[in-house]
């Protein structure tokens, strides 16, 4: 295999985007949906700091952290040119790939429902050419050459992540002292539509399916656990709509669930699929227990066993590397959610004050550490979130001391949904744009 990488010139880059005119006429694609962006460094010109361009699409990198993300396993390498390269008839439209991609590089063709991404333009460098978007550059600063592994060190330069993938670009730094060439009337670029991660409110609501299912998943893995502590068994009609909806409204999630069966191919790498797989194991073999009281209890343990892991694979889901907030630990994590349900369901006071204790005390950190954009998310749902969800429920106990009193489970109900909603608020995934932010802090 003969691998190649794309070359940048921080000191030649005008910020143009001819390349990215380019790519969208090889690719005959909207000029929304170019595979390459162009994020600029100090895009308001502060005096103080310098300014560059980073032209940027897919990096085929050593450990591509997209191919080892997909469900699907809807990405493989190109074993002639190294190139990674995407199915679009294997992709499940889940977009997980764009959360674990530090680049930007998978983009979502809506129309479609499926990733879409930089190809490297394989045909191209199979017939001996550079790819589109180094020949349409006017002043030679992107360049293709034969892949050499670096250290990370040799890219680190302001707004480009380091993660430690092994990107296949090689960044000529810019010199110190010295700008780099600038266009004469920026009205002039063709403007650049980076993807930006959807900030509050507007990835919650991005977000709802998964939401929903993964507050149901918590409520029914703990009800059938707390069922075999209890030597019961679950109420089987409830459980089987509770269920069969949340797997409905989570399918809605994907944007091709005519590959949903692709959902589990790649256990050993996705936290994905596993998440798929062991809760699709618990719960149909959670009916068949319900509908099977006899069954010998140490089977009944095992299923939920299996649901526990599930929920440890939920939370995996959400720890991607460079992300604004930490995923594990966390105040609304599956696992601790379910330990709450446990406690509340088995009546165990010892075990739901630990809940509620490690909630608050990592719910305190975030509030501390973590980031907070507009009222509803600095004020609203913090104040009803620590109201309802924490004050409300101590103050019922200590009043009745009523463990199972329908207030003080209508108020934990309450906080849960509002914590976890906050979780996917503030989801927001480590790209070029959000490195520049980080960068432009620290500057």
Not at 40 to 55: E, K, P
Not at 179 to 202: N, T
Not at 330 to 345: C, E, K, Q, R
Request: proline fraction near 5%; charged fraction near 15%; aromatic fraction near 8%.
């Amino acid at each position: 295999m003969s691998r190649h990488s794309f070359t940048l010139d921080l000191n030649r880059c005008t910020g143009c985007s001819a390349c990215r005119l380019a790519c969208t006429i090889e690719n005959q694609i909207e000029p929304a949906r170019a595979w390459r962006t162009v994020y600029t460094f100090n895009s308001t010109n502060d005096a103080a700091i310098g300014v560059h361009h980073l032209s940027l699409a897919c990096n085929h990198c050593e450990q591509p952290s997209c191919l080892k993300a997909c469900p699907a396993k809807a990405y493989r390498r190109d074993e002639e040119t190294g190139a990674v390269l995407l199915d679009r008839e294997l992709c499940l439209g889940c977009r997980y790939c764009s959360w674990v991609c530090p680049y930007g590089a998978p983009h979502w063709d809506a129309e479609c429902g499926v990733m879409d991404k930089c190809t490297f333009c394989v045909d191209r460098l199979r017939e001996g050419k550079d790819p589109a978007c180094v020949a349409a550059c006017p002043v030679d600063a992107l360049g293709v050459e034969d892949w050499i592994c670096r250290e990370s060190e040799q890219n680190r330069c302001a707004g480009f992540p380091d993660t430690g993938i092994g990107p296949a670009i090689a960044i000529c730094q810019r010199r110190s002292g010295v700008e780099p060439p600038r266009m004469s009337s920026k009205h002039g670029r063709l403007q650049s539509k980076a993807r930006q991660p959807l900030p509050g409110l507007f990835q919650l609501v991005s977000e709802w399916s998964l939401l929903v299912f993964s507050l149901v998943a918590i409520l029914l893995v703990g009800a059938f656990t707390s069922s075999v502590a209890s030597g019961s068994s679950v109420w089987l009609i409830p459980f089987a709509l509770a269920g069969i909806a949340a797997l409905g409204i989570s399918i809605s999630h994907l944007g091709n669930p005519r590959n949903l069966l692709r959902a589990g191919l790649n256990l050993r790498t996705s936290w994905v699929s596993r998440e798929i797989v062991l809760f699709s194991l618990f719960f149909w073999g959670a009916i068949g227990l319900a509908a099977v009281p006899s069954v010998h209890a140490t089977a009944r343990w095992v299923l939920a066993a299996v649901g526990i892991a599930s929920l440890v694979a939920m939370d995996m889901v959400y720890q991607v590397r460079g992300q604004r907030i930490r995923a594990v630990p966390h105040s609304a994590m599956a696992t601790l959610s379910f330990v709450l349900v446990i406690g509340v369901l088995t009546a165990s006071w010892p075990l739901v004050f630990a809940a509620i204790g490690v909630k608050a005390i990592l719910y305190g950190l975030r509030r501390v550490h973590g980031p907070r954009e507009g009222w509803i998310m600095r004020s609203f749902l913090p104040i009803h979130r620590v109201g309802v969800g924490f004050v409300v429920p101590l103050v019922v106990w200590g009043v009745t001391a009523q463990l199972l009193h329908p207030m003080a489970i209508l108020a934990l109900v309450v906080g849960e949904v509002l914590d976890r909603a906050e979780f996917y608020a503030e989801l927001q995934f480590l790209e070029p744009n959000l490195q520049i932010e980080r960068d432009l802090k620290k500057t």
